[in-house]
C-alpha cells in the first residue's frame, strides 16, 4: 500500500482512499511484517516498532487486536490456505464481519468478503 502503490488494483485504491472506509491492521500483519524484517526479507528502511505505529498514524489505520477468540477460529477453517498468518487474518475478518483487501486468491475460497 505504502511502497508499491502501482501494484494496488483500481478497487483497492479507491477502498483505500474513500472518505468512509475504515481501515484496519491486524496485529497479526504486524507480527509477520517484524518477522519478514528479522529473516531479511523485508527492509523498512528502520525497526519495524517504529514504522509501523508511525505509518498506521499517517495512513489513518487502526489497530485490530489478536483476541482468543481469532487465534481459535482458524482451526474450524478448511484448509485452502496454510499460511498461519492468512489464516488468522480470514478468522478475524470472518469473525469480526470485516472484508479483506487482498489480490491472493486463496482468500477468495473462504466465507469471508474479499474485495481487490
Do not use: C
Request: hydrophobic share 45%; proline share 5%; no cysteine.
Amino acid at each position: 500500500m505504502l511502497g508499491r502503490d502501482e501494484l494496488l488494483s483500481v478497487e483497492a485504491r479507491n477502498i483505500l482512499t474513500q472518505a468512509g472506509s475504515k481501515l484496519l491492521l491486524s496485529a497479526a500483519s504486524s507480527w509477520e511484517i517484524a518477522l519478514k524484517v528479522r529473516l531479511g526479507k523485508l527492509d523498512l528502511g528502520e525497526q519495524p516498532a517504529s514504522y509501523v505505529p508511525s505509518r498506521m498514524e499517517q495512513q489513518g489505520i487502526d489497530g485490530l487486536a489478536v483476541e482468543h477468540v481469532h487465534a481459535l477460529a482458524t482451526h474450524d477453517l478448511p484448509q485452502h490456505h496454510r499460511d498461519p498468518f492468512d489464516r488468522l487474518l480470514i478468522a478475524q475478518a470472518k469473525h469480526e464481519d470485516l472484508v479483506l483487501l487482498t489480490p491472493d486468491p486463496a482468500f477468495s475460497m473462504y466465507d469471508v468478503r474479499v474485495s481487490w
